[in-house]
C-alpha cells in the first residue's frame, strides 16, 4: 500500500500571510496531483506534476515535485478567504495501465479575513 | 451533462437496509471510479470501471457493496446490509484519457447515514 502523509493536518491563518503545505511519502509515484475540495463538493483538480524537481504556478499557488517524485509542496502567496478548503494529494504508482490514485487525508485550510 | 451527477446527494437509511447510489459520468468519459470519503479520512478507492467492465474492484469493503456499469455510462453502486461504518461521503468520479495525466472530474457525493 501507497501511503501519502499530508502535513500539517490543520492551518489557519490571517489573509495576506504564506503558507507552505507538504505532501510526502515513501514510494515513488509517475505523477502527482493536488485537489482542493469545498465543503458539499467534490474535489476539483488543480495542478498535476510529472516530472522529478517540477514546479507548477496557478496564480498565487506553487506547486513543486521532489526530485525523486515521492514528495511535494505547495506554496501559497498572499493567502485570500477564497482559499479556505481541503487541499488534497493524490499520486499515481509507476506501473500498470490500470493504476489508480492513491489520496492522502487532506489538509483543512482556513483563511481568516 | 455539464458535469458529473450524483444521487441522491443525501441518504439517511436504517441499519440493515439495501441502498442504492448513481452516478451519471460526463458523456464520453469512459473511465469511472468510486471513492468513499469518511469524516477526518481521505478518499478510499472503492472500484474503476473502463467501460462497462471493472479491472479492479480492490477496494469494496466487503461482499456487501457491489457496483454495475450499463451502456458505458450510469454507474450504480449497491450496499446491502448498511451497517452504521459504511456512513461517509460516497464519491464518483470519471475521465477521458487513461495515463499519468488523467483528470478525475468528481461529483457532489452522496451524503449517506446509517442509522
Known amino acids: 500500500t501507497q501511503l501519502l502523509e499530508q502535513s500539517p493536518q490543520f492551518l489557519s491563518i490571517q489573509e495576506g500571510e504564506n503558507l507552505t503545505v507538504y505532501c510526502n511519502s515513501s514510494?515513488?509515484?509517475?505523477?502527482l496531483q493536488w485537489y482542493r475540495q469545498e465543503p458539499g463538493e467534490g474535489p476539483v483538480l488543480l495542478v498535476t506534476?510529472?516530472?522529478?524537481?517540477e514546479v507548477k504556478k496557478l496564480k498565487r499557488l506553487t506547486f513543486q515535485f521532489g526530485d525523486a517524485r515521492k514528495d511535494s509542496s505547495l506554496h501559497i502567496t498572499a493567502a485570500q478567504p477564497g482559499d479556505t478548503g481541503l487541499y488534497l494529494c493524490?499520486?499515481?504508482?509507476?506501473?500498470?495501465?490500470?493504476?489508480?490514485?492513491?489520496f492522502g487525508k487532506g489538509i483543512t485550510l482556513s483563511v481568516r479575513p | 451533462g455539464a458535469g458529473v451527477s450524483q444521487s441522491p446527494s443525501n441518504k439517511v437509511t436504517e441499519k440493515g437496509k439495501d441502498v442504492e447510489l448513481r452516478c451519471d459520468p460526463i458523456?464520453?468519459?469512459?473511465?469511472l471510479y468510486w471513492y468513499r470519503q469518511s469524516l477526518g479520512q481521505g478518499l478510499e478507492f472503492l472500484i474503476y470501471?473502463?467501460?462497462?467492465?471493472?479491472?479492479?474492484k480492490s477496494g469494496l469493503p466487503s461482499d456487501r457493496f457491489s457496483a454495475e456499469r450499463t451502456g458505458g455510462s450510469v454507474s450504480t453502486l449497491t450496499i446491502q446490509r448498511t451497517q452504521q461504518e459504511d456512513s461517509a461521503v460516497y464519491l464518483c468520479?470519471?475521465?477521458?484519457?487513461?495515463?499519468?495525466?488523467?483528470?478525475?472530474?468528481f461529483g457532489s457525493g452522496t451524503q449517506l447515514s446509517v442509522l
Open positions: 468520479a470519471s475521465s477521458f484519457d487513461r495515463g499519468a495525466n488523467e483528470k478525475l472530474f
Open positions: 458523456s464520453g468519459h469512459t473511465a
Open positions: 506534476v510529472v516530472t522529478g524537481g
Open positions: 493524490a499520486g499515481r504508482n509507476v506501473t500498470g495501465a490500470n493504476s489508480k490514485l492513491t
Open positions: 514510494s515513488v509515484f509517475s505523477s
Open positions: 470501471f473502463q467501460g462497462n467492465s471493472a479491472p479492479d
